[in-house]
Structures are given as structure tokens and as C-alpha cells.
């Protein structure tokens, strides 16, 4: 079964870090860029930022509320990917989902909740 | 590019058809010929689930009573008769021009 599932969501401080992982398995993970989607009730759906497969580079690209701040990296042996959140705002509230592509979309995990807070 | 839906809450009937509409601020008509305009289902306290790809191609276990239509920037959900199982959120994305953008959603209840 392809599935997707995120984790390493919580409660974290302005200023702080946290990093979330979306573990793979049903599918060649590696053959897949990854996109990380957050959504919020003020947002929406929106789109973080996406990691190429290999066969593209394994480069990263990020929207700009997050550039700077945000690092996605891949695990292709372990079949993970990766969002570490850095210097982290209020804004960044948001349920974090993990989706196969770079827009096709057609599988996501279950989301994983990050709370920014004092 | 700004993905505008109508309208965002829709009380639909069951066995009546319903119709989501989804505009786009430019054309979603990719240099490569192909339009990237995908709908998502999102069921209370579920994540998102693509229903339609391309406009008008239905995902593997999408019911046909779902079908996608449009071009250039006016696109169309319809849901040929509501069941009691359709009561979600739907967005409209578009993946032709970077970055990806969502519509607002429109939220789908029975009457």
C-alpha cells in the first residue's frame, strides 16, 4: 500500500526549531520529488516548498514565507523526507502534510499539527 | 497565480446535481500543451484526496459521478447526484505556474 506519514509535529517557541519527517513506503521513493503543504484557517492550503528527485538534482526550491527559515532534505535509502523549521513565527500554526510530487499531489499523508507558541 | 472559487459554501441536495466553479488570475495552459488543474476532496478531520488531475481525468476509485471540465482559466466540479458521502471541502489547484496555488475551498453540505 503507498502511504505516506508524518511526524515530529508539537508545540514550539518563536525563535525555535522544529523538524518534521514524512516516511515513505508502498512506492520507489527515490524516483519522486516531495512537496511539504501547510494548512492553516487564516491560509488555507499552502504550498511550503518541494524537494527534486535525484534524477533532477535533489534540489529544493521554497515559497518565500519560508525561505531563509525552512530546510527540506531527503533520505532516499530510508525513504524520508525531511522539514526543518528554523526561527519559527506564529505564522508558521498550521497542520504540515507531506504529497508525492512536484504537483501531481496523488497521495498525502495524515499531517502532522505544529503549534507556535510562548 | 490567485485561484478563486464559488461558491465557498454550497447546500446541495441529495441525488440533485451540484457544481463547483474554480477561475484562475492567468491561463493554466503550460508551454509543455497540458493544463495542470487538479480538484481535492477533504472530508472533515481528513487530509486532502485528489479526485480529477488535468482538468477532466478521474483518479483510480473516484466515483463517476465526479467530473471535471474547463479551459484557460474557468474550471468546473460537478457532482452528477450528491450523496451523503460527498460532504467535504473541495479545492481547485493549479501546477503550471510556480509556485503551486489553492483555491479557497468550497464546503459542500446537505440541505
Known amino acids: 500500500e503507498v502511504q505516506l506519514v508524518e511526524s515530529g509535529g508539537g508545540l514550539g517557541q518563536p525563535g525555535r526549531s522544529l523538524r518534521l519527517s514524512c516516511t515513505a513506503s508502498?512506492?520507489?521513493?527515490?524516483?519522486?520529488?516531495m512537496t511539504w503543504v501547510r494548512q492553516s484557517p487564516e491560509r488555507g492550503l499552502e504550498w511550503v516548498g518541494l524537494?527534486?528527485?535525484?534524477?533532477?538534482?535533489?534540489?529544493?526550491e521554497y515559497a518565500a514565507s519560508v525561505k531563509g527559515r525552512f530546510t527540506i532534505s531527503r533520505d532516499d535509502s530510508n525513504s524520508i523526507a525531511y522539514l526543518q523549521m528554523n526561527s519559527l513565527k506564529t505564522d508558521d500554526t498550521a497542520v504540515y502534510y507531506c504529497?508525492?510530487?512536484?504537483?501531481?499531489?496523488?497521495?498525502w499523508g495524515q499531517g502532522t499539527k505544529v503549534t507556535v507558541s510562548s | 497565480v490567485v485561484m478563486t472559487q464559488s461558491p465557498l459554501s454550497l447546500p446541495a441536495t441529495l441525488g440533485q446535481p451540484a457544481s463547483i466553479s474554480c477561475r484562475s488570475s492567468?491561463?493554466?495552459?503550460?508551454?509543455?500543451?497540458?493544463?495542470?488543474l487538479n480538484w481535492f476532496q477533504q472530508r472533515p478531520g481528513q487530509s486532502p484526496r485528489r479526485l480529477i488531475y488535468?482538468?477532466?481525468k478521474r483518479d483510480s476509485g473516484v466515483p463517476d459521478r465526479f467530473s471535471g471540465s474547463g479551459s484557460g482559466t474557468d474550471f468546473t466540479l460537478k457532482i452528477s447526484r450528491v450523496e451523503a458521502d460527498d460532504v467535504a471541502t473541495y479545492y481547485c489547484?493549479?501546477?503550471?505556474?510556480?509556485?503551486?496555488?489553492f483555491g479557497q475551498g468550497t464546503k459542500v453540505e446537505i440541505k
Open positions: 504529497t508525492r510530487g512536484g504537483g501531481a499531489f496523488d497521495v
Open positions: 508502498g512506492f520507489n521513493f527515490g524516483d519522486y520529488a
Open positions: 524537494i527534486r528527485s535525484k534524477t533532477y538534482g535533489g534540489t529544493p
Open positions: 492567468q491561463s493554466l495552459v503550460h508551454s509543455d500543451g497540458n493544463t495542470y
Open positions: 488535468k482538468v477532466s
Open positions: 489547484m493549479q501546477g503550471t505556474h510556480w509556485p503551486v496555488t
